[in-house]
């Protein structure tokens, strides 16, 4: 089975970061959630793979085992 | 003016059993004269059993009911012999179109697939589907099958017995009983029998009205599925506008859960919401109103003993995704040819307990696909509508978030995996075609498959070889030889060889695949379909 990265992966981690910010600057409280979910789902369907998903939902709930 | 719904279609009429000495014994009795219970009634009837339909109403199933069938109970219509006038009475669409407050984010288009002989589904009024058995069953009267319907005959009592079932039945000149060897309790989602039996119907109510109008209008609105999620004229609710034969169209208006429903159905109340939706100057006239509260819940067990329960008494869905009537009459197709075998002593009793098993799973995954589109329509937390609205809004841009957009999935076959009578998938072929699954279609030539598997086990081979026909503990099973050549589209091929060069199914009665391989061979096919009758 396919397994989801948890060690760094991005080439460029700062630049995402800022990126990430800088989207949601100047976005009232409910913009910025619909962004968010709008961006979980694009990113969902780029993976495509139900298996790697349902772990990310688990590593993104941070329950230790 | 005399709408179908209102003429009396099997009128009370006395009957000999009402003054018989002791009570007269039926094979089957059939309890509720809807679209279940009718199907149910002309599947045994036409393969020779006695049965006897009760129904405490003498007329079809008035108001806004079921108006989408789909494929597959076409199909099985078409076997019980009366599919084809549903199909010319019907709506036929394939197209749709989805709208997100004051705009349309996306439409679709399910291209018919032409390797079936049915479309992905019809509209039809469900007092017309209802009126098409009841003529059903008077063909099979006049051909001498044995078949009866008495209406205004109420079940007011039942007693179970190891051998036989008593019924105590009201009538308009009073009471009287009857024994049956089996009882089929397909009397609706109140189910009267469920409940003189004190069985339980535990689930989820969703807190949600829906006002369900039916109008008739002179519109040019096309054939299609309209669904609005959030519209101007409904706000923080959904609505969906669907065509029906003669002029009628369906509007669901969901309302939310603290309305006071007699205030709401209310001409007055009604008209204003409908011109908002359709347009000030539509002219149009309420044929049926009615709001209701939706449920997904089922019985634990389906069979009890020599009682069947099937249809809405057995399961209830909420209708996005129209599964009612479409899963109920999948039952009857299910549960018929065992009862039959059992009846005949071909089979042992122990069969009948692996329709409780089949269709148990069916009603599971109409109630998941049915509680999904629920929560999609009706979403539950502040998050959830988040996520809600941002598929919506994805879907007005990109292809990829249509698929989440969830406003009822529609009715298809449910594959039995994991059926005790299935035996293990000997062929690498597709895998639609898997063992458990119903038959898909295809053509050959002027002619289509479905209609060459009705009724009793096939063996159905593609490029290879078996014997016309095989005989199992007094089960006769006759082969289907077919070629890919029969089928100059390929979709023969497709759908039951894949890369496979040639294949051997053991094809149900009620079309599901028990068994599959790429050559026959004796004993295995021997095996499958003791199997498949319940003897192994
Ligand atoms: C608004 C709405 C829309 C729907 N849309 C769809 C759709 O598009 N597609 C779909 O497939 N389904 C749809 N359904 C569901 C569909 O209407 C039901 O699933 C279907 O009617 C169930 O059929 P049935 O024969 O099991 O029960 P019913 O149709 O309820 O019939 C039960 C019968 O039993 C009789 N009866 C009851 N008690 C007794 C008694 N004691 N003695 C004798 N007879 C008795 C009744 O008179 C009745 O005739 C919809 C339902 C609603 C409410």
Redesign the pocket.
């Known amino acids: 089975m396919a397994e989801l990265i948890l060690s760094p992966n991005l080439t460029q981690a700062d630049d995402f970061y800022a990126d990430l910010v800088a989207a949601h600057e100047g976005l009232e409280k409910s913009e910025s959630d619909a962004f968010n979910a709008r961006l979980v789902l694009v990113l969902a369907n780029h993976i495509g793979d139900n298996a790697i998903l349902k772990q990310a939902l688990e590593a993104a709930a941070l329950k230790q085992e | 003016m005399n709408k179908i719904f209102e003429v009396p279609l099997y009128a009370y009429e006395a009957s000999p059993d009402q003054s018989a000495p002791a009570p007269v014994r039926h094979k089957v009795i059939v309890?509720?004269?809807?679209?279940?219970?009718l199907a149910a009634a002309i599947d045994l009837a036409q393969q020779g059993v006695e049965v006897l339909v009760?129904?405490?109403?003498d007329k079809v199933?008035f108001g806004?009911?079921?108006?989408?069938?789909a494929k597959r109970p076409l199909e099985i219509l078409d076997r019980l012999g009366c599919g084809q006038p549903m199909v010319d009475k019907g709506v036929l669409w394939n197209k749709g179109k989805v709208f997100f407050d004051e705009r349309q984010v996306y439409e679709f288009d399910l291209q018919p697939d032409s390797g079936d002989q049915r479309p992905a589904f019809i509209n039809l009024q469900?007092y017309y589907f209802e009126q098409f058995l009841v003529d059903r069953v008077r063909e099979l009267q006049a051909q001498g099958a044995p078949i009866e319907i008495r209406g205004r005959?109420?079940?007011e009592a039942v007693g179970t017995h190891p051998d036989h079932v008593k019924l105590e039945v009201e009538t308009p000149e009073g009471s009287y009983t009857i024994e049956a060897d089996w009882v089929i309790a397909?009397?609706?989602?109140g189910s009267?029998m469920r409940a003189m039996m004190g069985k339980d119907f535990v689930g989820r109510v969703f807190e949600d009205n829906f006002l369900?109008a039916d109008v008739i209008m002179e519109a040019d609105f096309p054939s299609e599925r309209w669904f609005w999620f959030d519209p101007p004229f409904n706000k923080g609710q959904s609505a969906l506008l669907h065509k029906q034969p003669d002029g009628v169209w369906r509007i669901d208006l969901q309302l939310g859960w603290d309305i006071d429903k007699e205030r709401e159905k209310r001409p007055e109340n009604v008209i204003p919401r409908l011109k908002a939706m359709l347009g000030e100057d539509v002219n149009f006239e309420l044929e049926w109103v009615s709001i209701?509260t939706f449920q997904c819940r089922r019985m634990e067990q389906f069979r009890h003993g020599r009682v069947i329960f099937a249809?809405?008494?057995a399961h209830q869905v909420s209708?996005f995704g129209?599964?009612?009537?479409?899963s109920?009459v999948q039952d009857t197709d299910n549960l018929c040819w065992k009862l039959k075998l059992v009846i005949d002593g071909k089979a042992p009793e122990s069969l009948l307990d692996s329709y409780d098993q089949e269709r148990i799973h069916g009603a599971d995954e109409n109630i998941l696909n049915s509680t999904r589109s629920t929560d999609f329509i009706t979403p539950k937390s502040q998050m959830s509508r988040i996520l809600r609205d941002a598929v919506l809004d994805l879907s007005e841009h990109y292809d990829f978030a249509r698929p989440m957009v969830n406003s009822g999935r529609l009715s298809v076959p449910c594959v039995y995996d994991g059926s005790p009578l299935n035996s293990a998938d000997a062929l690498n072929g597709p895998s639609q075609t898997r063992p458990g699954a119903s038959c898909p279609d295809a053509p050959l030539g002027d002619d289509f498959l479905l209609p060459k598997l009705a009724g009793r086990f096939t063996l159905l081979t593609i490029d290879a070889d078996a014997p016309d026909e095989i005989e199992v503990d007094g089960i006769t099973v006759k082969r289907l030889a077919l070629s890919v050549k029969d089928d100059p589209t390929l979709t023969l091929k497709r759908r039951y060889l894949g890369d496979a060069t040639g294949a051997v199914y053991l094809i149900r009665p009620d079309q599901h695949v028990a068994a599959r391989r790429d050559t026959y061979e004796e004993n295995a096919f021997r095996h499958a379909v003791r199997r498949a009758t319940g003897k192994e």
């Open positions: 309890v509720g004269a809807g679209p279940v219970g009760l129904d405490d109403n199933s806004s009911r079921a108006i989408c069938f469900q005959n109420k079940v397909c009397d609706g989602a009267p369900i209701y249809g809405d008494s209708p129209a599964r009612g009537a479409n109920g």
